[in-house]
C-alpha cells in the first residue's frame, strides 16, 4: 500500500526505502492563456447538478437516480452474461448493434396509432447517451451561426450543447402544458429556424407533459413550417401517474427526430441511448456521430439489451413507477407543510423533479447557497433558461439517497425562506 501510495519505494537486492520527495516546482501554465485565446462563450463547464456530496449533506440537485432506484441486479448479470458473448471483443457497427437497433425501433412503433408508418431497424442510431445526441444534432440538423427554437426553461444540458455548437438560441416560452403553438409559430417564422429542440413527456425541469391535442397541434406547426422537432424523450422510463405518447410514433415523413435514453433507468453506467432520425437525417447524424465516437461499446449495448428484454425489466418499471409517486408525494408534501412560501406550480405526472418559485425579492443562487450551508443541496433554476430567467426557481429532485431526510430538508427550506406574509 505505502509503495502504491508513492511512499516508499524497493530496489530489488537492496531493500525498502522512504521515497525521496521532490521539491515540488510550481507549474507555470501561463503559456496557455495566449496559446487557447479568449474563453468560449458556453459560460460554466459543469452543471451544479454535477457535483458530488459529502455522505452527511442531503442532494436534491443530482440529475441521475440513486442506486436503490435502479434494477442493479439485472445488469449485473447482464454484464457477465454479454462478457462471455462475441460483443466482448469485436466492434460494433456504427449505427449500432442489430438487435438493439430492433428493440428501439419496435418500442417506438408499440405506441404507434393504427394507419402510422413504424420507424424501420435502420432508423435508429445507438449513442453513448443522449448528451452526446443532442450534440451530434444540434450539429448536423442546425449548425453554427443558424437558429433553434428551445422551450424556456429547458434542459441545460441541451443549452451546453447548443452554445458549444455555435447555434443560436431561440427562447419559447413554456408552462405546465407545453408551449402555446402560436408562440412556436411566431417564433419559427421571425428567427427562421427549422428545428425545435423540446421535450413533450415530463419536461426538465418543468415536469411538463404536452396533451395528445397539444401534440398534434405542434407537430401541425413544425410540419407547416418544413421544420425538425427535436423530441428528447429522458423520462420514458420514468412515468408516475400517466403514459409516454411519444409524437415520433405518429411521424411518418421525418418530421420528428425521437431521443431515448436508457441511461437513468438502466445504468448511468451503460450509456446507452438511441435516436430515431428518418431520411437524409439520419445519414447526417450518423456522419456526425461517427466522426465523434466511431462506435458504441458491443459490450454496454449487448448488456443493456440484455437487461430490457428480460421479464424482471417490466416488473423493475412497476416498481420504480410506486417509488417514484411516493418520493414525489413526500417531497411535494413536506413543501406545502414545512415552507409554504415555496410554490408548487405544477405536480409532475413523471420524471424526477419538481420546479419549484421562490417568493418575490429572493434570489435563486444565494438562496441555495444557504441552504448548501444548512446542509441541503439544491439546484438554482438559473441553469434551465436559454435567456434571462423569468424567475427566481430551483429544481429538487425527489430520486437521490435518503428519501426519509426529505422533510428535514423541507424544514430547512422553509426556515431559510422564512415565514409567509399574511398567513397565521
Ligand atoms: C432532458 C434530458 N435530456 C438528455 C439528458 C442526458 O441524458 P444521458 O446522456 O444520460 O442519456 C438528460 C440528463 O439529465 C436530460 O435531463
Not at 519505494?9 to 521539491?23: D, H, L, N, W
Not at 452543471?47 to 445488469?75: C, F, K, M, N, W
Not at 428519501?403 to 423541507?410: L, Q
Amino acid at each position: 500500500m505505502l509503495a502504491a501510495q508513492g511512499l516508499v519505494e524497493s530496489r530489488p537486492g537492496v531493500g525498502t526505502f522512504v521515497r525521496a520527495r521532490r521539491p515540488a516546482r510550481p507549474a507555470d501554465y501561463g503559456w496557455q492563456t495566449a496559446a487557447l485565446g479568449p474563453p468560449p462563450a458556453q459560460g460554466r463547464l459543469l452543471s451544479s447538478t454535477q457535483r458530488t456530496l459529502a455522505p452527511d449533506l442531503i442532494g436534491l440537485h443530482s440529475g441521475y437516480p440513486a442506486q436503490e432506484l435502479l434494477p442493479g441486479r439485472l445488469v449485473r448479470a447482464a454484464l457477465a452474461r454479454a462478457a462471455r458473448t462475441e460483443a466482448a471483443g469485436t466492434r460494433s457497427p456504427p449505427a449500432g448493434l442489430p438487435e438493439l437497433q430492433a428493440w428501439f425501433a419496435a418500442e417506438l412503433a408499440e405506441t404507434a396509432p393504427a394507419g402510422a408508418t413504424a420507424p424501420s431497424d435502420r432508423d435508429v442510431l445507438v449513442l453513448p447517451g443522449s448528451q452526446s445526441g443532442l450534440s451530434s444534432l444540434f450539429r448536423a440538423l442546425v449548425g453554427p451561426g443558424r437558429p433553434l427554437l428551445i422551450e424556456s426553461p429547458s434542459y441545460w444540458g441541451a443549452i451546453l450543447a447548443a452554445r458549444q455548437a455555435g447555434v443560436v438560441l431561440v427562447p419559447v416560452p413554456s408552462g405546465p402544458r407545453g408551449p402555446e403553438p402560436a408562440e412556436v409559430e411566431r417564433a419559427l417564422e421571425l428567427s427562421g429556424a427549422r428545428a425545435f429542440y423540446a421535450q413533450p413527456t415530463y419536461a426538465n425541469p418543468t415536469g411538463a407533459q404536452w396533451s395528445p391535442r397539444r401534440g398534434e397541434e405542434l407537430l401541425d406547426v413544425v410540419r407547416r413550417h418544413g421544420a425538425f422537432l427535436i423530441e428528447d424523450d429522458w423520462a420514458h422510463d420514468l412515468a408516475i401517474d400517466s403514459d409516454p405518447r411519444p409524437l415520433a410514433a405518429q411521424d411518418g415523413d421525418g418530421h420528428v427526430i425521437y431521443l431515448r435514453s436508457l441511461t437513468k433507468s438502466v445504468s448511468p453506467a451503460l450509456r446507452v441511448a438511441a435516436v430515431v432520425a428518418r431520411g437524409p437525417a439520419r445519414d447526417r447524424i450518423l456522419a456526425d456521430h461517427a466522426a465523434g465516437s466511431m462506435y458504441v461499446s458491443g459490450l454496454l449495448q449487448a448488456a443493456a439489451l440484455d437487461v430490457v428484454a428480460q421479464p424482471g425489466w417490466e416488473a423493475h418499471r412497476r416498481g420504480l413507477r410506486r417509488q417514484l409517486r411516493e418520493r414525489r408525494d413526500l417531497l411535494a408534501g413536506s413543501l406545502r407543510e414545512h415552507a409554504p412560501a415555496a410554490t408548487l406550480e405544477h405536480l409532475p405526472l413523471g420524471g424526477l423533479n419538481l420546479w419549484v418559485r421562490l417568493p418575490e425579492g429572493v434570489e435563486a443562487e444565494g438562496f441555495a447557497r444557504e441552504c448548501e450551508g444548512r446542509g441541503v443541496v439544491i439546484a438554482p433554476g438559473g441553469e434551465w433558461f436559454p435567456a434571462e430567467p423569468a424567475g427566481a426557481y430551483v429544481r429538487l429532485n425527489y430520486s437521490g439517497p435518503r428519501p426519509e431526510r426529505f422533510p428535514e430538508a423541507a424544514r430547512v427550506i422553509g426556515d431559510v425562506l422564512g415565514p409567509v406574509v399574511g398567513q397565521g
